[in-house]
């Protein structure tokens, strides 16, 4: 069964700084990849997708997430974060059929001043 | 733009009895998908709609039942309410399939006591 890890539950970080969120997934082919960004009291909001080609994705936000395939990952990645990007960041695979997404647990991003 | 509406935005159960959570898309989308949000599970899809007059279950369906109304509207039913069902109920659509940009709503807090 596809499944998507994201094994840091809890990422303090502080203004200014560089942030790498990991996200791993197991799945047999290439698969469809996102990453989410949830808003406290807010629904979830696209960063950024892979499907194929390029490797490195650039995103909104000044984000960008690279695939791995020969370590099953997809990080994202951001060289300086900003107040406004404390939130809860989600992970998220096409299970194969474009109609359902398998989402990680989240990681949750403080940013101290 | 209003985007995906839900409503009510809160609301308290007491065990056994029932509601619908309404959303409504103004998108013109075809695909609405119903998800439910819990700590450190990240989102579990419930059911999804792919047009108009079709639905199919996710992930998690027992327990819920849902309607599309029309191609802007696709409520969720509990028909009785459990403690299990306290949740953050997110509503999300698309113009077609998943591998396109999800549009949330910005979610039902629902607590079953």
């Known amino acids: 069964a596809q499944s998507v890890t994201q094994p840091d539950i809890h990422i303090t970080v502080s203004e200014g700084a560089s942030l790498e969120l990991r996200c791993n997934y197991s799945y047999g082919a290439t698969p469809y990849l996102f990453w989410y960004v949830q808003s406290p009291g807010q629904g979830l909001q696209l960063l950024l997708k892979?499907?194929?080609?390029?490797?490195l994705v650039q995103g909104i936000k000044g984000f960008e997430a690279e695939f791995k395939r020969s370590q099953s990952s997809f990080n994202l990645r951001k060289p300086s974060v900003h107040w406004s990007d404390a939130a809860e960041y989600f992970c998220a695979v096409d299970r194969g059929s474009a109609r359902q997404l398998t989402f990680g647990s989240g990681t949750q991003l403080t940013v101290l001043p | 733009n209003a985007g995906v509406t839900q409503t009510p935005k809160f609301q308290v159960l007491k065990t056994g009895q029932s509601m619908t959570l309404q959303c409504a898309q103004d998108m013109n989308h075809n695909s609405m998908y119903w998800y439910r949000q819990d700590p450190g599970m990240g989102l579990r899809l419930i059911y999804y709609?792919?047009?108009?007059?079709?639905?199919d279950k996710g992930e998690v369906p027992n327990g819920y039942n849902v309607s599309r109304l029309n191609k802007r509207e696709f409520s969720l039913r509990l028909e009785s309410a459990a403690p299990s069902q306290t949740s953050v109920y997110f509503c999300?659509?698309?113009?077609?399939?998943?591998?396109?940009?999800?549009?949330f709503g910005s979610g039902t807090q629902l607590s079953v006591l």
């Open positions: 709609s792919a047009s108009e007059g079709t639905t």
């Open positions: 892979y499907f194929s080609g390029d490797t």
């Open positions: 999300a659509s698309t113009r077609d399939t998943v591998n396109e940009k999800l549009f």
